[in-house]
């Protein structure tokens, strides 16, 4: 076999290697959902009083942190949440998006919880976070799939 | 200049155990073995010959009473893979061109 034709076959099986990864790479949808509750949480911790919205917010951020321990031990891998390129900006709007919510519940007059414009914001966020965490997912099996370079 | 190939690169199995490794922060020892193929022995003896050249880091954690085999890819290894990626490229695309070229003639 010449030097070109074992390049080739390098060049093949790396590929393989990157598709069968990437098949690997596969969440259930509940596990987006859960992206999305935990966001959601985080949004609705803003509507309770004083300390309690603080232990409810710690509470999101314990989740979210015991969800990626979880996932690294299911999987097997991990890979960093503001990777770079297309990756780390669904990353930077998944927080842009929480943090621009929090702030607008903040800002809502109390009883928050009474207002339609929080449930509209709340039911948003979840659903947004379970849509980015999809998209995540697929354009990261994507660039898997599309090969090195 | 044209990039070299990694003689450290050559062997198949190396080759996707690295490209595994520059597409995530850490795989542990039983996804890699699953995602190539390959026996447990055979990968471990490819990633002991990749921690000695300084191209991959293995850390060891026990869970459940079991220990479990984490690997990562350094910085080095990273340049390593991708230097030797684009000297495969070079390769497969002047063969590609020199086909093209005979084509014509």
């Known amino acids: ?149 | 200049m044209s990039d070299e190939l990694v003689p450290a690169l050559h062997a198949p199995a190396r080759l996707q155990i690295v490209s595994i490794l520059a597409r995530v922060t850490e795989a542990e020892f039983a996804t890699i073995r699953d995602v190539v193929d390959i026996s447990d022995s055979v990968l471990s003896k490819h990633l002991s010959a990749l921690a000695v050249q300084g191209f991959v880091e293995i850390t060891k954690a026990t869970r459940d009473g079991r220990q479990h085999t984490w690997a990562s890819l350094t910085r080095t290894g990273g340049r390593a893979f991708a230097q030797h990626m684009r000297a495969l490229s070079a390769l497969a695309k002047a063969a590609g061109d020199a086909a093209e070229r005979a084509m014509i003639a």
Do not use: N
């Open chain 1, 1 to 149: 076999m010449s030097r070109t034709d074992d390049a080739q076959a390098a060049l093949v099986s790396v590929s393989e290697t990157e598709s069968r990864l990437a098949e690997h790479m596969e969440w259930p949808l509940w596990r987006h959902a859960i992206v999305g509750g935990i966001m959601g949480l985080l949004v609705f911790a803003q509507t309770l009083e004083g300390t309690l919205s603080l232990l409810g917010s710690f509470s999101a951020v314990l989740i979210a942190i015991s969800v990626a321990r979880a996932d690294k031990r299911r999987d097997g891998i991990s890979v960093q949440v503001f990777r770079k390129g297309r990756l780390a900006w669904i990353g930077i709007g998944l927080v842009t998006i929480c943090g621009i919510a929090v702030v607008a519940v903040r800002l809502m007059e109390p009883p928050r919880i009474e207002r339609p414009l929080f449930w509209l914001i709340t039911i948003g966020i979840v659903v947004l976070g379970t849509a980015l965490s999809y998209v995540r997912q697929k354009l990261y099996q994507a660039e898997l799939r599309r090969g090195w370079g």
